[in-house]
């Protein structure tokens, strides 16, 4: 099985090169890493282009223009060619040896899709704003969607690659992460999750989400459980 990581970029040249080490020590995988950036002006630009030179058998793309990260992603994925695609943020919250832990639970519990739940692992420097519009989300796709999840918004989503390349994804923004996951539910496909790690950064560290994205979350959440 070949894994394809997704690493979407945007003024992340502080914890870029960390990632990709981090993503190419996971052992026992076969992957192809995907880095794609979009429109950074921070100087990332030059050191995913360094990163290409350096490992030829990763994948670069380079936007040009800021589009946000649910159009990256869109892009990410059609460059994919794996088996399964998970989503790698380019920062240092999420942990890439958790892999092993999503991969197991897909061949032991035979499952189509796998979730790496922040909640039910080890989670540290959440903001109480963050925590709590976490749950809200993971609360209303629940009732919307009649699953019990902990963790809708979490980064790391194990998903078939054949299916995530056949979808159209209308969500450019952060509303990815509720579109897609409405789509997974509403294909009939199952989600099991698993614990993970998680240390959160702050906006000072180049933290991008903000508390208007959530508004704009639950309107997606709706969107696709009712009208699309």
């Avoid at 999840?149 to 299916?163: A, H, N, R, S, W």
């Avoid at 199952?190 to 993970?196: A, D, F, Q, S, Y």
Wanted: charged letters at 30%; aromatic letters at 10%.
């Amino acid at each position: 099985m070949k894994l394809s990581v997704i690493i979407p970029v945007y003024n992340e040249k502080n914890t870029l090169e960390k990632i990709v080490d981090l993503v190419r020590s996971v052992d026992g995988i076969e992957k192809e890493i995907i880095i794609v950036d979009d429109g950074s002006t921070d100087g990332s630009v030059d050191l995913i282009k360094d990163i290409g030179k350096r490992y030829s058998d990763i994948k670069i793309v380079i936007k040009g223009e800021n589009r946000g990260k649910g159009h990256t992603l869109k892009v990410g994925f059609k460059e994919s060619t794996g088996d399964y695609v998970i989503i790698q943020d380019a920062d240092l919250e999420y942990d890439p040896q958790d892999y092993k832990k999503l991969l197991r639970a897909l061949e032991e519990d035979k499952v189509d899709v796998v979730y790496g739940s922040r909640f039910s692992g080890n989670y540290e420097k959440m903001s109480t704003l963050h925590y709590f519009g976490n749950k809200l989300l993971t609360l209303l796709t629940n009732l919307f969607y009649g699953v019990m999840l902990t963790d809708m918004e979490t980064c790391y989503k194990l998903i078939p690659g054949d299916f995530v390349r056949s979808l159209n994804i209308k969500s450019d923004r952060f509303d990815f992460e509720p579109e897609i996951t409405a789509k997974i539910l509403k294909s009939g496909l199952k989600i099991r999750e698993v614990p993970i790690s998680y240390s959160g950064r702050a906006f000072s560290e180049g933290k991008k989400i903000t508390w208007r994205d959530g508004f704009k979350a639950v309107y997606t959440l709706i969107k696709f459980r009712f009208f699309s």
